[in-house]
């Protein structure tokens, strides 16, 4: 007679070890993939860094395209969750801009390394390969975006914008200036006044 609790015992004990094996995996691609960059990095590098078979590898990821685009979603996922209150909250939108680039900036001092090599584009590292059905950096511009559109809704921010255009240029201007701001030793609050001036000016409705 079989023990069918014993079997499910079992089974929760398996899926403990295969969820551990991949978060053990996502984290050593992690540190390589910043570390090293995308080309330097191997898939047995990334089984050896994380202590685990190259066997394990591939139960969890078809290849190092594959593992990038995990990593990439995880970290895409990680500013999200540290701009997402700040980008819809219930201030009005100015507030909410200061706000945005602030969290944003913050977590741009903190984790640049990894945005960066996160946001690569994976038609350049991998010219070969299928293009992602959403790039981690497009979720975050449509979330931008939405925002924006929500003030031109309420009439807040001036109706002829292209928001998905917009929302990726302030993307791209926060990752910039940042990195200046860090070359060129410039303050956190002088930067953040900067650019909230700078975008609140271009976006109120005139």
């Not at 540290?82 to 909250?89: F, M, R, V």
């Not at 001036?158 to 860090?182: F, K, S």
Request: hydrophobic letters at 45%; glycine letters at 6%.
């Amino acid at each position: 007679m079989v023990d069918v609790s014993d079997d499910q015992t079992t089974g929760a004990r398996g899926a403990r070890r295969r969820s551990e094996s991949r978060r053990r995996l996502l984290a050593a691609a992690r540190r390589l993939f910043v570390e090293r960059g995308y080309h330097a990095t191997r898939p047995q590098d990334i089984a050896r860094e994380a202590e685990v078979g190259n066997g394990t590898f591939y139960l969890h990821f078809a290849d190092k395209r594959d593992i990038f685009l995990a990593f990439a979603e995880e970290a895409c996922a990680e500013i999200e969750a540290a701009i997402i209150g700040p980008l819809t909250g219930p201030e009005p939108w100015d507030v909410r801009i200061l706000n945005t680039l602030k969290a944003a900036l913050t977590f741009e001092s903190n984790e640049r390394k990894v945005i960066a090599a996160a946001f690569m584009d994976i038609s350049i590292i991998d010219p070969g390969g299928d293009e992602p059905t959403v790039r981690p950096r497009d979720r975050l511009a449509k979330l931008t975006a939405a925002s924006l559109q929500e003030g031109i809704d309420k009439g807040e921010i001036r109706p002829d914008l292209n928001t998905e255009l917009i929302a990726h240029a302030l993307l791209g201007m926060v990752e910039q200036a940042a990195y200046h701001a860090e070359r060129s030793n410039l303050s956190s609050e002088a930067v953040l006044a900067t650019l909230a001036g700078f975008v609140t000016a271009g976006l109120a409705r005139r």
